[in-house]
């Protein structure tokens, strides 16, 4: 697994599985991830019923994949259930509602036997619905639930500020609910890309967050878009990013998200991306201790 003096000397540095070759192996994308020099990959559990369907495996296709990871060196350590998009934690439908919750518990279940630590919420109410006063009341009942629920488990949930401003949008905002949860339990998963892309100073944002930090995303973005943005290319200042979080304290994992939809060119690209997170952080107050 990870080389316990590389993780006590830097912050570790994970991939989005949805970076990887959708059509190949675990066992070739989990080597690929290792190869370019990646300590871990984040699982999915977006919208497609067949990662959705992930929820309902085996306790042999769990281990099958735990084994793929110990073999190759590469673990899950964190997983974003953005499948919650299909099926809200605020949905007006009740039903929804209720499979919104099963779905949070079976992530919560598979974190627990595939050793994964975190499991990211995102920060809608809803998605495809239109919001009502009810949502962010639902939304809240949903998360106590399931905060109380990963407690058991010994898992982490932290929520994502998103690129809605009508939802969970900035860290001001997710402080709200961490503050109003009082949990250990509850902190946050943040996103600085989708803070500039809204048009929030995202240095100010970031003091917001202070000590409530597990994991962060690391991308680029445009004003109002936060998809597929080269490294570079975007509104997002790296090195001031690192430096506050630096000095903020973090010492946790930061996930770089991409989505390369099984592009012929993606370990080309995903390694250019990880090399440019390096030369941020090397750049940044982290050099000091890389």
Known sequence: MMDSTQASTRNLIGIYEKALPYSQSWQKRLEMAKNIGFDYVELSIDEDENRISRLDWSASQKQELQTIAINTGIPFLSMSLSGHRKYPLGSADPAIRQKSRDMLAKAIDLACTLG?????????WVFYETITPQSGEYFMEGLR?????????????????????????????????????????????????????????????????????????????????????????????????FNKLAQLGF????????????????????????????????????????
């Open 116 to 124: 994964i630590r975190i499991v990211q919420l995102m920060g809608y």
């Open 145 to 241: 639930w399931g905060v109380e629920r990963a407690a058991r488990s010994g898992v982490m949930l932290g929520v994502e500020n998103v690129e809605g401003r009508q939802h969970i949008s900035s860290i001001t905002q997710a402080m709200d609910y961490v503050h109003a949860i009082n949990s250990p339990w509850f902190q946050l998963y943040s996103d600085f890309a989708n803070l500039c892309a809204l048009g929030y100073d995202v240095l100010s944002e970031l003091e917001k967050g202070k000590g409530h930090f597990v994991a962060i995303h690391v991308k680029d973005a445009k004003p109002g878009q936060v998809r597929r943005i080269p490294f570079g290319t975007g509104c997002v200042n790296f090195v001031d990013a």
């Open 251 to 290: 010492h946790g994992p930061f996930m770089i998200e991409m989505w390369n939809d099984d592009a012929p060119e993606s370990e080309q690209i995903i390694r250019s991306a990880y090399i440019q997170t390096v030369q941020y952080l090397q750049q940044s107050s982290y050099g000091s201790i890389q």
